[in-house]
């Protein structure tokens, strides 16, 4: 049984950056069949994309527009985890931050859900 | 970046309803569409992928259709489990995108 495990600070100032580390257990980070991702939600629930990197030979990571300039996503094979850094936090990025899985169809990549889901961490930019 | 637009925003149901969501994508996305539950404070649950495929585990009362641009989510007989929230997302094209949620309230 495949589980994520999110830890990481809640409460960040302003233009500190935000770590998150999400560690997987049952599966291997490296799989070539799943990508891992950082989703994070807000307060009215809306579900909003960060990005994800999965390997393919070799590694490669994609982003949302709307963060691409202060985000990184890191996967770290040696613990099996992969890890969110969202640097210059602002109020704005105060809410829920999740890891996810993406498994992917061996018939066709775009053929992906994501099937488990961390436990999600409440993150607060506050002075 | 394909938008995804559910509808209702909300319902209320009874116990034993059978209740329809329906979700449109601002382009033909293909099948390519899963349909998640979210229950307060826990992560969302994966229940239809590629439009139509139930997830295991997830009880058969719940199904998928559509094609295209749209989609719907249907739950034959609704249970007392099954108040939650629904959204769908798109598996097209990067950026994934979701709906902006369902809510399924008691009546």
């Known amino acids: 049984q495949v589980q994520l495990q999110q830890s990481g600070p809640g409460l960040l100032k302003p233009s500190q950056t935000l770590s998150l580390t999400c560690a997987i257990s049952?599966?291997?980070?490296?799989?070539?069949?799943?990508?891992w991702n950082w989703i994070r939600q807000s307060p009215s629930g809306g579900l909003e994309w960060l990005g994800r990197?999965?390997?393919?030979?070799?590694?490669?990571?994609d982003y949302a527009v709307s963060v691409q300039s202060r985000i990184t996503i890191n996967p770290d094979t040696s613990k099996n985890q992969f890890s969110l850094y969202l640097n210059s936090v602002t109020p704005e990025d105060t809410t829920v931050y999740y890891c996810?899985?993406?498994?992917?169809?061996?018939?066709?990549?775009?053929?992906?859900?994501?099937?488990?889901w961390g436990q999600g961490t409440m993150v607060t930019v506050s002075s | 970046d394909i938008q995804m637009t559910q509808s209702p925003s909300s319902l209320s149901a009874s116990v034993g309803d059978r209740v329809t969501i329906t979700c449109r994508a601002s382009?033909?996305?293909?099948?390519?569409l899963n349909w998640y539950q979210q229950k307060p404070g826990k992560a969302p649950k994966l229940l239809i992928y590629a439009a139509s495929s139930l997830q295991s585990g997830v009880p058969s009362r719940f199904s998928g259709s559509g094609s295209g641009t749209d989609f719907a989510l249907t739950v034959t007989s609704l249970q007392p489990e099954d108040f939650a929230t629904y959204y769908c997302q798109q598996s097209y094209s990067t950026p994934w995108t979701f709906g902006q949620g369902t809510k399924v309230e008691i009546k």
């Open positions: 049952g599966d291997s980070v490296s799989s070539k069949s799943a990508a």
């Open positions: 382009q033909s996305i293909s099948s390519y």
């Open positions: 990197t999965y390997y393919r030979s070799k590694w490669y990571s």
């Open positions: 996810a899985r993406e498994l992917v169809s061996t018939t066709s990549m775009q053929e992906c859900a994501f099937d488990v």
